[in-house]
């Protein structure tokens, strides 16, 4: 039997609009567990100082803390060396670090990038940009009737004018999951890069950049309990190595003169300025945490829930469900209530005290392409139970007699 994680996550017991909280809502943002937040308290209250900058003990103390968390994430990627691992803000900051560092500085006209309709516009605009920029042109992969990628448009449009594959590894939409060992294989055999959006995947899955071969990966902190403002590029050493800086500034350098610079090694030459220090810190409980309840118990719980919510949505006539038939699915259940926009339905729900997200979730040309405007969404993570499933099934039940439809 599992542990009752709730016990750990001290905002889950307070209430919202009256009711006990079902927060559904973990692809946006995971709330974070009590040690967690004891690990970042304990950074500030017990060695706040900046990195790598003095020899006094307190910094001492937090270059160790930074360094540490390095070690621990490259690690937990199974990464090479702890050098490939580049500290960010969050996903958004690492893939504008390689759009704008190796794709302004490797792509030329007639070149192309190709990526999927079912990115994030984290992995969708910067492209754009670097297109618009270079003159390289922006291709897409489009989906199967399951919402899967169609593997006769990868066949087709990955090609040897393709530099860069930029792909979420999970869809922040639908769920599903891609094959990204599978898709460097094909990137590589022509000559391109592969650019792995892991927003979604590193919280749920297990994630091993070696075996994937995936040349970058990008993940946020704050989707996988840690705090908001740190985040994680991977990069491969020796594209990291023929990359220029990102930002300039502190911290990134080796000399000064008055109108030449030289930069650090890796990573320092991509973590320009004072870093997120205590948000390391956080990253670091957080992925304690993760490993001691283990991506098999998190898989299970989620598949469980999953597959839970979509049997007992689809028991509901105006429900209309989006990429839910498909085996290769996590913890992502999206729909819409005929008659009812999402936003109403999200704020009836609210109302329940459950929390989903409404809206065009930062994918909008894959909205298109589903023929809608903006969907619900209820995501989970291993802390949910089936009775927060049964509260969102109560107050989708009450939507259309709210709105005076029933």
Known sequence: MDKNFLNDFPILHSRMNGHPIAYLDNSATTQKPE?????????????????????????????????????????????????????????????????????????????????????????????????????????????????????????????????????????????????????????????????????????????????????????????????????VLYGKKKLLEEMPPFLSGGDMIEYVEEQTATYAELPQKFEAGTQNVGGAAGLSAAIDYLQNVGFKTIERIEKDLTSFAIAELKKIPYVELYGCDAANKVGIVTFNIKDVHPHDVATILDSEGVAIRAGHHCAQPLMKYLGQNSTCRASFYFYNTRRDVERLIEAVQKVRGIMRLA
């Open 35 to 231: 040690s967690v937040v004891r690990s970042i308290c304990g950074y500030y209250g017990g060695c706040n100082a900046n990195p790598h900058r003095g020899v006094y003990e307190l910094s001492v103390r937090a270059t160790k803390v930074y360094e540490d968390t390095r070690r621990k994430v490259a690690k937990f990627l199974n990464a090479k060396s702890a050098r490939e691992i580049i500290f960010t803000k969050n996903a958004t900051e690492s893939l504008n670090l390689v759009a704008y560092s190796y794709g302004l500085n490797n792509l030329h006209a007639g070149d192309e990038i190709l990526i999927t309709i079912a990115e994030h516009h984290s992995n969708l605009v910067v492209w754009q940009r670097v297109a618009q920029a270079t003159g390289a042109k922006l291709n897409y992969i489009y989906l199967d009737a399951d919402g899967n990628l169609s593997q006769a448009d990868i066949d087709k449009k990955l090609t040897p004018r393709t530099k860069i594959l930029a792909v979420t590894q999970i869809s922040n939409v639908l769920g599903l999951v891609n094959d990204i060992k599978k898709l460097s294989a094909q990137a590589h055999e022509v000559g391109a890069i592969i650019v792995v959006d892991g927003a979604q995947s590193v919280p749920h899955i297990p994630v091993d950049v070696q075996d994937l071969d995936a040349d970058f990966l990008a993940f946020s902190g704050h989707k996988m309990l840690s705090p908001m403002g740190i985040g």
